[in-house]
């Protein structure tokens, strides 16, 4: 048989973090037994339990102690294995894959910060002048011979705290539901973004074309210039059909004002482009007095930065455009430095894609008319994400009027 003893420290019963583990375990296919257990006696007091983890190999044991490694639970107190990258671009075998919670690694008995933590990553351990450092990186960051944390041991994960029932977060915690009090949620919404500020931390903000579409780009752009949002994420779409708006007065062709598709209307966001890649792209189109408003015209006029992330469907693109996917993730890494709060706003495949790269600790709100977007979120692992299924326009000018008081 194949054993570790695991442990569990803090608030494990009121959290059902007990009772989580325990689950894994049996569904694991393993058996444990519990060594120690002690119960806090208070609402500050932390609860501490000593599990022996028992199975018949040791594949499954690992399987299920990477398993409840998420859940908080410290395997062992020995030193984390540390292997080096058999070559550019590769982890050694059997690496530790992270998850995007606060991590710590245990390094000549010290237990060191995982710096930079995102999920499907590995972590580098490198010493330097002030001691040991480790980092989170992803696959095309590894260099030959950098020394990688291999396995579970040695590993301690920080599960996400919990959340109050009085708070309006735990009830948008809850399950997915349009049937939610919207007016209420916008306005816990526009607490966490002034916290977040007050906090010294950034407010991230990755939107689709919708809110061009919707009409609900206005209401950004005031926020933009009141200076709420310090970074912005999007694509090729939400920048040219915010131009075609700026430039035209349409979306896709149609008149936002009137709602009725123009004459060649449809050739307005080529146009748009034409004429962006013409003035060498959006910021010197600004300068040079070509985009005169809009959400990218606020960006640029209010330093918001802006990391804009192609695809393969994309017109053009804008010269703005990051089209080599690596490089857009790296820019994104780089961006959300600082970043305390995300409002992920009609955009499904950047939502995933920004959920992947934010830690567990960046408070984060998904915002679509579609539910089915803000559970695929969550099922990928952003399971600090709130979610909140309405209209992006309603959303937005809601949030517009919270935090910049009425048009």
Request: no cysteine; charged share 25%; net charge negative.
């Given at each position: 048989?194949?054993?570790?003893?695991?442990?569990?420290?803090?608030?494990?019963?009121?959290?059902?973090?007990?009772?989580?583990?325990?689950?894994?375990?049996?569904?694991?296919?393993?058996?444990?037994?519990?060594?120690?257990?002690?119960?806090?006696?208070?609402?500050?007091?932390?609860?501490?339990?000593?599990?022996?983890?028992?199975?018949?190999?040791?594949?499954?044991?690992?399987?299920?102690?990477?398993?409840?490694?998420?859940?908080?639970?410290?395997?062992?107190?020995?030193?984390?294995?540390l292997q080096p990258a058999p070559q550019d671009g590769v982890f050694p075998e059997g690496f530790y894959s992270t998850t995007n919670l606060e991590t710590f690694v245990r390094i000549e008995g010290t237990w060191i910060p995982v710096e930079r933590i995102e999920m499907d990553c590995g972590i580098r351990v490198t010493r330097t002048e002030s001691g040991w450092r480790a980092e989170c990186v992803p696959l095309h960051?590894?260099?030959?011979?950098?020394?990688?944390?291999?396995?579970?041991?040695?590993?301690?994960v920080t599960p996400l705290p919990r959340r109050e029932a009085e708070s309006v977060f735990h009830f948008m915690g809850s399950e997915v539901s349009i049937e939610k009090p919207k007016t209420r949620i916008v306005q816990a919404v526009a607490r966490a973004v002034r916290e977040t500020k007050l906090k010294g931390q950034k407010v991230l903000f990755v939107g689709g074309p919708a809110i061009v579409h919707t009409g609900a780009a206005p209401y950004l752009e005031r926020m933009i210039r009141a200076g709420w949002i310090d970074v912005l994420f999007a694509g090729n779409a939400l920048a040219t059909h915010d131009i075609e708006r700026a430039l035209y007065g349409t979306s896709l062709g149609v008149a936002l004002e009137t709602g009725v598709p123009e004459t060649h209307g449809h050739e307005h966001h080529l146009r748009a482009i034409n004429t962006i890649r013409a003035a060498g792209g959006i910021r010197q189109a600004v300068e040079k007095g070509i985009l005169k408003s809009g959400i990218m015209h606020a960006c640029v006029v209010a330093g918001v930065k802006v990391v804009l992330a192609g695809s393969i469907r994309d017109d053009g693109p804008l010269p703005d455009v990051i089209t080599d996917t690596v490089q857009a993730q790296d820019a994104m890494r780089e961006a959300i430095q600082g970043v305390g709060l995300a409002l992920m706003v009609a955009t499904t495949l950047h939502s995933i894609a920004t959920g992947n790269l934010l830690p567990a600790s960046v408070t984060t709100f998904c915002i679509d008319a579609n539910a089915d977007t803000v559970i695929k979120l969550t099922d990928r692992g952003s399971h600090q994400a709130f979610g909140i299924v309405t209209d992006c326009a309603f959303f937005l000018k809601e949030l517009a009027t919270q935090l910049c008081g009425e048009a």
């Open positions: 048989m194949h054993t570790e003893l695991i442990t569990l420290e803090g608030h494990i019963i009121d959290s059902l973090t007990l009772s989580k583990v325990l689950d894994i375990l049996v569904a694991s296919g393993v058996d444990y037994e519990i060594r120690s257990f002690r119960i806090g006696k208070s609402h500050d007091e932390t609860s501490h339990a000593e599990i022996l983890v028992i199975a018949p190999d040791e594949q499954s044991l690992q399987r299920a102690l990477h398993e409840v490694q998420q859940h908080g639970a410290v395997i062992s107190q020995e030193d984390a294995t960051w590894a260099r030959k011979g950098d020394l990688f944390v291999v396995g579970s041991a040695g590993v301690r």
